[in-house]
Every structure is written in C-alpha cells, then in structure tokens.
C-alpha cells in the first residue's frame, strides 16, 4: 500500500535550520508530484512547496521563498525540504503529500 514516512522534526532556535525527509513506498515515486503541507495550532493546513517529478520544477509558498528548499532522490524515493532562517512562525506540524495521500507528519518548532 502507499506509505509515506515524513522525519527529521524537532526543536530550533529562531534563526536555525532543519532538513526534513519524506520516503514514499508503494507507488511509483519517480512520476510523482510530491508536495510539502504545513498545520500549525489552531489553523488550516496550507501548502508549503511542490515540485516536479524529475525536480525540475518547483514552487513555494510566499511566506517560505527564499528560505526553504525542495528537493528529491528519486533513486531512494525520498523528497526532502531544507528550512534554514527559521522562524517561530514557522511552528507547525509537517506534512507529505502525493496525490490523496499523506503521511503522518513530523513536528517542527521554532524557539525564539
């Protein structure tokens, strides 16, 4: 069955980094968009990045330009997003997602 396996959550000080990870199974990840959802504490979930399946093409949320980055290994069926300058605004639980698939989230918060 599809699974999807997000890691590498945790605590930061503001102004810190972290890498996150997201291993698919069970479907063919290589043709796969791949997006990256946020939920932080009493809001919607939004959407954070996106990108193609070769990782040719990506987008991102206006509030995360020019501080996180999407990625992908499509040889280890992993998509990663490196968050650096983080802010305490950026608290939220973490999320990947392929087409109505999500995995289970990894927990991000920033101390400021």
């Known amino acids: 069955q599809v699974q999807l396996v997000e890691s590498g959550g945790g605590l930061v000080q503001s102004g810190g980094s972290l890498r996150l990870s997201c291993v698919g199974s069970?479907?063919?990840?290589?043709?796969?968009?791949i997006k990256w959802y946020r939920q932080a504490p009493g809001k919607e979930r939004e959407l954070v990045a996106s990108?193609?399946?070769?990782?040719?093409?990506?987008n991102y949320a206006d509030s995360v330009k020019d501080r996180f980055t999407i990625s992908r290994d499509n040889l280890n069926n992993t998509a990663y997003l490196q968050m650096n300058s983080l802010k305490p605004q950026d608290t939220a639980v973490y999320y990947c997602q392929w087409f109505t698939f999500w995995g289970r989230g990894t927990q991000v918060a920033v101390a400021s």
């Open positions: 069970g479907f063919v990840f290589s043709t796969a968009i």
């Open positions: 990108i193609t399946p070769s990782g040719s093409g990506t």
